[in-house]
């Protein structure tokens, strides 16, 4: 089977969303890496870049004149998918939605978001949120998990649509020399919430017990500057290094090495970097938020640890020690990560976007 999205079908659809090109970071740029090559003609629109606020700024304003004008002058497109998230991305994309519906296009909202439960439930414009889904035509979830919350807050069920985040498939090579360590792999953004300085917090208080057993690399990139202090002062860089932002070649490189990945997350949608290491064959250390439990089956493919909890952690690590264990969990994560290789989810994107009349 060879899913694509085909030119009569891909002319019929514009795609708003992060910039995706080279080095690009997180998991919705990472999706949209993953599922061009598939569109036998992209009509892309960025309306995100990583840069600071006024290019934020700018991509936005000038990705909605652009939107407007090609809707204007190319009447074939009838579908706008638009990527998003929450927060200032959610309220952003909300004045493309009216625009597409003013034109008369279909609506695509594509929720990428790990955090949406937070964002609307503290939010003071409940109503403004719910009532962007309501001019939406499909609303496209991550998860039976997000479909559920989404349904709960009001969303009609019969315009919610799961489709698995995408990821490639491995570049696998033959393994070095056994050095007979743990590998492990943290492939994020460096910030708070990604759960990464606890981890270092838990190694450096566990120091002893580790050193000579394991290695880490740290794969990403955010806070470089606190993460390299944390590491030079808490005394791991010897069995722990920063590896900073990894892409092609050089991200497989890491999962090829890696015997495990480690991510514990505060909050999550349903990560690429937990897909990207069960495809080469990673067991799993990681946190029961968001979409996560749903593909890190406890004891079979990794290991849940509560967020915070660094006790938990320390022994979730110390249970991957056991080399024959961690290599039957990575192997079984590799055999429950293929329903979300692109031939599975470009077949379900292509029926989503046939399924909306002109």
């Not at 929450?86 to 009216?98: E, N």
């Not at 695509?108 to 503290?122: Q, T």
């Not at 892409?247 to 937990?274: F, H, M, R, T, Y």
């Amino acid at each position: 089977m060879n899913a694509r999205i085909g030119p009569s079908l891909g002319r019929r659809v514009l795609v708003i969303g992060e910039y995706y090109h080279g080095n690009a970071s997180g998991g919705m740029a990472a999706v949209l890496q993953y599922l061009e090559p598939y569109y036998d003609a992209l009509n892309f629109i960025p309306s995100y870049r990583n840069p600071g606020r006024p290019s934020k700024m700018w991509y936005g304003i000038t990705a909605f004149l652009r939107m407007c004008v090609k809707l204007i002058f190319h009447p074939e497109i009838r579908i706008v998918h638009i990527h998003t998230a929450s927060g200032g991305s959610f309220f952003k994309h909300a004045h493309f939605v009216d625009a597409a519906r003013f034109l008369g296009r279909r609506v695509i909202l594509h929720s990428h978001s790990g955090n949406f439960r937070d964002f609307y439930e503290e939010s003071p414009r409940k109503e403004k949120i719910l009532s962007v889904f309501d001019k939406t035509d499909v609303l496209v979830v991550l998860s039976d998990y997000w479909a559920g919350y989404y349904a709960s807050i009001g969303v009609s069920a019969s315009k919610i649509r799961v489709l698995n985040n995408i990821v490639g498939y491995p570049a696998l090579s033959e393994p070095a020399a056994d050095d007979g360590m743990l590998h492990l792999l943290f492939m994020g953004v460096i910030k708070d919430n990604k759960g990464i300085f606890e981890l270092v917090d838990t190694l450096a208080a566990h120091a002893d017990g580790l050193r000579g057993r394991m290695r880490l690399k740290i794969c990403g990139r955010g806070e470089d500057e606190k993460l390299a202090g944390l590491l030079r002062d808490s005394g791991v860089v010897d069995f722990v290094t920063f590896e900073g932002f990894v892409a092609g070649d050089g991200k497989a490189d890491v999962l090829n090495w890696a015997d495990a990945v480690v991510l514990p997350s505060w909050w999550e949608g349903l990560p690429i970097s937990l897909l990207e290491a069960m495809s080469y064959g990673c067991a799993v250390i990681a946190t029961p938020v968001g979409a996560v439990p749903e593909i890190v089956i406890p004891e079979e493919n990794g290991l849940l640890v509560p967020p915070h909890d660094s006790e938990a952690l320390y022994n979730a690590i110390m249970t991957l020690m056991d080399r024959d264990l961690c290599k039957k969990m990575g192997q079984r994560g590799a055999e429950m990560v293929r329903p979300f290789y692109p031939d599975a989810v470009v077949a379900k994107l292509a029926a989503i976007y046939s399924e909306l009349p002109d």
